[in-house]
C-alpha cells in the first residue's frame, strides 16, 4: 500500500494521498478520523480486540465511510456502497446514475492487513497530531 501524507498548500489541512488501489482510505482518514485522537484510539483498540479473539468482527460507521476489521483484514468503504441509499434514505441510487457507463466513484472499497493498518493509523497519528 503505497501512502503520502501531505499539508494542503492553501487550507493546511492534512491530506492523505493513496495509490489507485487503496484510494478510498484517503478521504476516509481525512473525513472520519482527521485530527481526532479518541477515533484513532477506537480504531486501535478495535485491531487488539480482534488479535486478541475478544471480537470476531468489528464494523465501525461514521458519517461517510465504514470500515469492517476482521482476523483476516480490514475494509474501508462509502456507505453508500454498502446499502445502495444516498444518506441512508432507502432509495437506491437514481437510475442515470447506475448506468455502467457513469462511475460515482470507481473505488469504493480497499482492504489491507491488520499490521499494515495499525501502522497507517499510528504514521497519520504522528502527522496530524504529533503522537509517537
Known sequence: MEYEFVHDAITGEARALFSLEHEVIGPWMEVEVGHDVAKLTELLTAIDNI?????????????????TLNSEDISIQTNVSMNGSLNGSGEGLPEMLTDEHIHLDQNEIAACGLDDFRALLLSWGQFTNGLS
Open 51 to 67: 488479535e486478541t479473539g475478544k471480537s470476531q468482527e468489528i464494523l465501525i460507521t461514521g458519517s461517510e465511510y465504514s470500515v
